[in-house]
T-cell receptor, first 110, second 115 residues
Framework: TQLLEQSPQFLSIQEGENLTVYCNSS?????LQWYRQEPGEGPVLLVT?????EVKKLKRLTFQFGDARKDSSLHITAAQPGDTGLYLC??????????FGSGTKLNVKP | KAGVTQTPRYLIKTRGQQVTLSCSPI?????VSWYQQTPGQGLQFLFE???????NKGNFPGRFSGRQFSNSRSEMNVSTLELGDSALYLC??????????????FGQGTRLTVV
């Protein structure tokens, strides 16, 4: 059983569309991070959210942390082919032990 | 600043052999964590080292072990390899931010194939 559930697992959209990826848990985390991973490479940190209700923007990406710090969402506006990859959320628990969600595989078609 | 460096990038081993993977963290980072990534199980935490001591451990058998040296470099060892050990092994170097949170930066990983 995954501590962090991500949905959807797969997403295939056309360039220019908007999308939202969800990360849910029954546990409270001190912080939550989002990563993007390309095939054969390590995950790259996109953002860290810490405060319940926090919203962070990174160009066309908007990250939100739930009020209770159990869930988070990633919204991409006007997706581009360069956004293609595996998006992972990770909850920080007990120093540097991270629990990762199963990931959302995004494919943006030109 | 150089990123996290993992060597080797690719490795092919035979069942029953053992393997050692290496990770050099970002300069100044004292915490190194190891993860196993497979298509079926996703990213799973193996263990974390801080100042040469194992501080956290995941649910993996004793065949998986690690260590950290005084310069923060870390090695991971898997003995008596099984086919199911085929995976991408990722090392993450972490530091605590000014606000007290931890951020992890990953290496490119070592792709281990057991045949």
């Amino acid at each position: 059983t995954q501590l962090l559930e991500q949905s959807p697992q797969f997403l295939s959209i056309q360039e220019g569309e908007n999308l939202t990826v969800y990360c849910n848990s029954s546990s409270v985390f001190s912080s939550l991070q989002w990563y993007r991973q390309e095939p054969g490479e390590g995950p790259v940190l996109l953002v860290t959210v810490v405060t319940g209700g926090e919203v962070k923007k990174l160009k066309r990406l908007t990250f939100q942390f739930g009020d209770a710090r159990k869930d988070s969402s990633l919204h991409i506006t006007a997706a581009q082919p360069g956004d293609t990859g595996l998006y992972l959320c990770a909850g920080a628990y007990n120093f540097n032990k991270f629990y990762f969600g199963s990931g959302t595989k995004l494919n943006v078609k030109p | 600043k150089a990123g996290v460096t993992q060597t080797p990038r690719y490795l092919i081993k035979t069942r029953g052999q053992q393997v050692t993977l290496s990770c050099s963290p970002i300069s100044g980072h004292r915490s190194v964590s190891w993860y196993q990534q497979t298509p079926g199980q996703g990213l799973q935490f193996l263990f974390e080292y801080f100042s040469e001591t194992q501080r956290n451990k995941g649910n993996f058998p004793g065949r998986f072990s690690g260590r950290q040296f005084s310069n923060s470099r870390s090695e991971m060892n898997v003995s008596t390899l099984e086919l199911g050990d085929s995976a991408l092994y990722l090392c993450a170097s972490s530091f605590r931010t000014d606000s007290g949170n931890t951020e992890a930066f990953f290496g490119q990983g070592t792709r281990l194939t057991v045949v």
